[in-house]
């Protein structure tokens, strides 16, 4: 790097290629990983979603994990995030619910009620 004007030059690019990527991600899915998440399987489920999204070929869907949700009783805890819809936070899901979280929620825009915790606002 040799001047400013090359340093600015990169921030651009590298701003641009997050903000691409942000754009290309359809839905977002977050496993609450905290300690009582872990315990309460949040790692099953986690490979659970990461298996059916790969089995589905999905590949516009980030999926990341938090610590303490805070709601511990409910655990292991998802939410989905989908463009333009409040945040769906699942409660008490294992293995198997997170695959029908993803067949349902994430593939066909179906919450799924009688699992859901909390549901934010737009």
Known sequence: MKSLEE???IKETQLEAIRLREA??????VVGMGTCGIAAGAR???SAILDELGKRRLTNVAVTQTGCIGLC???PLVDVILPGKPRVTYGKVDANKARQIVAQHIVNGIVISE???NRGEE
């Open 44 to 46: 099953e489920v986690m």
């Open 115 to 117: 699992w859901v915790v």
């Open 7 to 9: 340093l600015q030059k």
């Open 73 to 75: 009783a409910q655990e």
């Open 24 to 29: 290309d991600q359809k839905a977002k899915i």
